[in-house]
Structures are given as C-alpha cells and as structure tokens.
C-alpha cells in the first residue's frame, strides 16, 4: 500500500491510497458490506455510483460461511464479484458488543456465536488468518473495543492488552513472511487501532506505542459509542495531532456527516458506518436540503423528485410520492431505490469535499453543510 497527500487545507488533507485491487480517494467514505454484501444493492450498483472501497466484517464471514470456504473459491473478491478494495475489520468490535456471549483471555476471546450458540475462540493470529484467507487489501489488527464509559483502570488495561495483541497480528503476519508461509504474494496492509476511551493521556499513550511497532495506517477505535458529542470531537482533535502524518487515519465507525466534518478537518482519511443504509431502509433519506422522511404525508402526492439537485439514479426516475408508497408497501423497491440514494449522497458529498480541500474552500464547505444538517439536531 503507498498513501500520498496531494492537497492540504488547514488541517484538512485530500490524497490517494494505492492498493493492489485500485486508488482510493481520500477522505474516503467505505460502505458497509458486514457480510459480503452492501444490503439491497449488487456490487455493480455500488461501483456504478463510484464506491471505490468496501468494507467486510471478519467476525460474520468467519462464523458464515466460514473463511475456508471464502478462500476455495478464490477469496472474497471473487466470491462477492468486487474487484476493487476491500477492509476487512478483525471482528474485535463484534466480538465484544456480544459481550454476555464472550470471555476475554491474555491469549484472546472465547465466545459463542450469536447464530447458533456454538463456542469459538479468536485470537490475534486467527483474526489475520481470517483475513488473510478473506484476501483483504487493509486488514485491521485485533483489539478490545472500550465501552462507554469505562473506569480509568479499565481502560488503561484494555489499551495495555490491544497493544500487546497490535504486536502480535504484526509478528504473526511477518512470521509467516519471513518463513515463506505467507501464500499469497500481495498481503493486506495492517492497520493498528488507538484505544483509550476518553482519556487523553491513554489514546496518547497508545499511539506512541502503536507508532513504535510500525503500522501501515491508523485507526481510532472507542468512539461514537454513546459518548456526548463535545467529548467526542474534542478527542479527535487531541488524537489526531499526534498521529503519524505520513500514515492514512481512519475513523472508525463515524459516518454522521456532522462528524465527519469535525474528523476531515483535523486531518482524517478514512471512514465507514451502516447510516446511510441503515437509514434508507427506515424510509430516512439525506438530501441537499438535509434529512427527510419519506414516509410523510406532504410527499403522498408530491410528483417531484427526492432531492432535484441530486443526479443518482432514484432522483432521476422516480417521485416522492413513488417512494412514498414502495416505503408504505414495504415493497423491496424501496429498500433498493433509497440506499442507492443515500449512499450515492454520501459518496458525492466525499466528492466534493474533496474539491472543496483542493480548491482550498473546505471552510466554507463545512460552514455550508453544518447549516444543513444542524437544523436536523
């Protein structure tokens, strides 16, 4: 993997990430695809509307349909008919969100599956076995996601047991290379995740020590987890001065465009998060004059299109009062035709603050979008 900064605003920071599988854009917006899939649309539609990385999730595809059967049929690429990037997370955050089901050990976590009840244990080197056979291009090292709120000691401890598990994914992955085990010639890039909940001196403390192993890119875990929105922009602030410059950061989880913003002007690169598919299929829909329900009554008749100035394909062919109906139906249509509108929103909205950055105006461009999507808060 090579990431170049082209263009600097501020903070702010526009650049290329080059993987064996394509470039991609930064900042750059993942749609989630959990389970090798992105819900209700075909990876064609995803490409059309020009997605240029997906993210997987190792947890689910480790439990179904399991990595070995992923890699006979020639990894996920070819499995899921995607041939540009893919991130794949360790299943960490899963792992842990399950927390009644699962028992936390030095060696890593024991816990039983949430399909069928039956008991797994995953630990660092099985979480970059997974994702080796998955044939990820970013590979995420495993790590114990902090609730919120978390004592002091706790998190402390949490972040001295992500660390010791950061270095052992990435002694695993060079135990294998140097030993010629590795079988495959292009093996992802290694991601570490910054822990340490809301205190300052330990998110510090943990990207000094995730800097000394040596990481590809670097991710910050822990947020977005029900903290207030303040305590949250003021730890991106304070991380993200301190992480290495030359090194794409990823927010992980962060999708709300409000934080976005926040994120992308103090120099973050990567982000991914279910809103806006999550939200199409709720009949929640985002749009150049901020977030609408379908589902009201003022649009039962409404012939105009969702949002006019939006070129995707649902605007393009389809009224308010159609979507209105499919959503009423509960018809599938809707479910499709809304996800290809929110996420064709996202992706352009990544567009053009892009843009914005290159043109040195992405000031104005968050003044312009908070005023939006804050009347919606």
């Known amino acids: 993997m090579k990431f170049c900064v082209n263009n600097i605003d501020g903070n702010s920071r526009s650049g290329i990430i080059e993987t064996v599988h394509g470039a991609i854009s930064t900042p750059a917006f993942m749609p989630v695809g959990t389970q090798g899939t992105v819900k209700a649309l ?21 439990l179904r349909p399991g990595h070995e059967i992923i890699r006979a049929v020639g990894g996920l690429h070819t499995f899921m008919n995607w041939d540009r990037p893919i991130l ?16 936390i050990r030095e060696d890593g976590v024991e816990f039983r599956s949430h399909i069928d009840g039956s008991l797994h244990f995953l630990s660092p080197e099985k979480a970059m076995e997974v994702q080796l056979m998955l044939g990820s291009d970013i590979a995420m090292a495993f790590d114990e996601c902090t609730p919120y709120p ?66 590809d890119g670097y991710a910050v875990g822990g947020l977005s987890v029900g903290e207030p929105k303040e305590e949250m922009y003021e730890i991106i602030r304070f991380i993200a001065s ?37 939200n199409a299929r709720n009949g929640t829909l985002f749009t150049s004059k901020g977030r609408i329900s379908i589902k009201r009554t003022e649009f039962k008749g409404d012939p105009g ?42 992706l352009n909205f990544f567009r053009k603050m892009r843009a914005a950055i290159c043109d040195r105006t992405f000031g104005a461009f968050k003044k312009h979008w908070e005023e939006i999507f804050g009347q919606d808060t």
């Open 242 to 278: 301190l992480m290495p410059p030359g090194s794409p950061r990823y927010l992980m989880g962060v999708g709300d465009l409000l934080d976005v913003l926040v994120a992308v002007e103090n120099g973050f690169d990567m982000f991914d998060c279910v809103m806006p598919t999550r």
């Open 150 to 215: 978390a004592e002091y000691s706790y998190a402390a401890g949490s972040l001295e047991l992500t660390t010791r598990w950061a270095r052992r994914c990435k002694e695993y992955l060079e135990q294998l290379r140097i030993g010629g085990t590795l079988q495959t010639s292009n093996p992802p890039s290694l991601f570490g995740i910054v822990q340490g909940s809301m205190y300052k001196d330990l998110r510090g403390r943990s990207i000094d020590e995730l800097a000394c192993i040596g990481f």
């Open 88 to 103: 794949t997370d360790s299943g960490g955050f899963q792992v842990f969100s399950l927390s009644s089901l699962s028992k």
């Open 42 to 62: 075909s990876p064609e539609e995803i490409k059309s509307i020009g997605a240029e990385i997906i993210l997987s999730n190792t947890y689910h595809l480790y």
């Open 305 to 346: 299109p969702l949002d006019p100035g939006c070129s995707c394909y649902t605007c393009r062919n389809y009224s308010r009062a159609y979507l209105r109906h499919l959503f009423l139906a509960k018809e599938i249509l809707s479910m499709r035709l809304n996800t290809l509108h929110n996420l064709y929103f996202y």
